[in-house]
C-alpha cells in the first residue's frame, strides 16, 4: 500500500555537524513533501516542504532534496546546534493537492555540545 | 486566531466504553486528519476528509469512525475502546499551503 519511509530512527551528531534525514515514497502522484519537528510533548511544526516541481529548496541552515523518479527525498541540517535536538518527521501527499497526508515514522535527532 | 482546537486534552477510558474526540479549525481548511501517534511509529493515520461531508480511510481505521458535518469540526469516535487504542492523537487541517496539527489528546484505555 500507498507508504513512506524514512531512516534513521535516531542520528545522534556533535554541535555543528550537519544531519541528513532519508525518506521514500511509494506514490508517484505524490507531489508535497513536508518536513515537521516534534519536540518533546508538543504538536509537529512545519519547518520545510518541498512540490513535486522543484529538485531542491533552502532555508538558512535547512534544506529538502527531492528526486522524483527514485521517488526519495531528504532533509539536510547544517551547522547544528542542541535546539534542533527533537523528533523529525517526513511526509508525502498521496493523490493530488493535499489528499491523504501520510507520515514517515520518525527520527529522533540528538545533537550533542 | 485559535488554529486547530482539540477537546479534551487527556482522558481515561475503561474497555469497552465510547467517546468522541472534537477537532475544530478556524482557518477554512478543506482537508482534515486524525493520526494517532505510538512510539516507534510516528504518525499513523486513521482517517481523513477532504472536504465538508466527505471522509476516507486512512492507515489504521479499525475501531474508529468519523464525521466532517460542519466544514470546521472533525469529530474521531471509538464505540467500544480496548486497551491498543491507548495512544496520543492528532488532529491536522490543511489548505493550499501547509498542515497544522492540534495540541493532541491523551487517551488510556484501561
Known amino acids: 500500500g500507498e507508504n513512506v519511509e524514512q531512516h534513521p530512527s535516531t542520528l545522534s551528531v556533535q554541535e555543528g555537524d550537519s544531519a541528513v534525514i532519508k525518506c521514500t515514497y511509494s506514490?508517484?502522484?505524490?507531489?508535497?513533501f513536508p518536513w515537521y519537528k516534534q519536540e518533546l510533548g508538543k504538536r509537529p511544526q512545519l519547518i520545510i516542504d518541498?512540490?513535486?516541481?522543484?529538485g531542491e529548496k533552502k532555508d538558512q541552515r535547512i534544506a529538502v532534496t527531492l528526486n522524483k523518479t527514485a521517488k526519495h527525498f531528504s532533509l539536510h541540517i547544517t551547522e547544528t546546534q542542541p535546539e534542533d535536538s527533537a523528533v523529525y518527521f517526513c511526509?508525502?501527499?498521496?493523490?493530488?493537492?493535499?489528499?491523504?497526508?501520510?507520515f514517515g515514522t520518525g527520527t529522533r535527532l540528538l545533537v550533542s555540545p | 486566531n485559535a488554529g486547530v482546537t482539540q477537546t479534551p486534552k487527556f482522558r481515561v477510558l475503561k474497555t469497552g466504553q465510547s467517546m468522541t474526540l472534537l477537532c475544530a479549525q478556524d482557518?477554512?481548511?478543506?482537508?482534515m486528519y486524525w493520526y494517532r501517534q505510538d512510539p516507534g511509529m510516528g504518525l499513523r493515520l486513521i482517517h481523513y476528509s477532504v472536504g465538508e461531508g466527505t471522509t476516507a480511510k486512512g492507515e489504521v481505521p479499525d475501531g474508529y469512525n468519523v464525521s466532517r458535518l460542519k466544514k470546521q469540526n472533525f469529530l474521531l469516535g471509538l464505540e467500544s475502546a480496548a486497551p491498543s487504542q491507548t495512544s496520543v492523537y492528532f488532529c491536522a487541517s490543511a489548505g493550499s499551503t501547509e498542515a497544522f496539527f492540534g495540541q493532541g489528546t491523551r487517551l488510556t484505555v484501561v
Open positions: 518541498i512540490r513535486s516541481n522543484v
Open positions: 506514490d508517484s502522484a505524490s507531489n508535497y
Open positions: 511526509a508525502a501527499s498521496m493523490g493530488t493537492g493535499f489528499q491523504k497526508l501520510v
Open positions: 482557518m477554512n481548511h478543506e482537508y
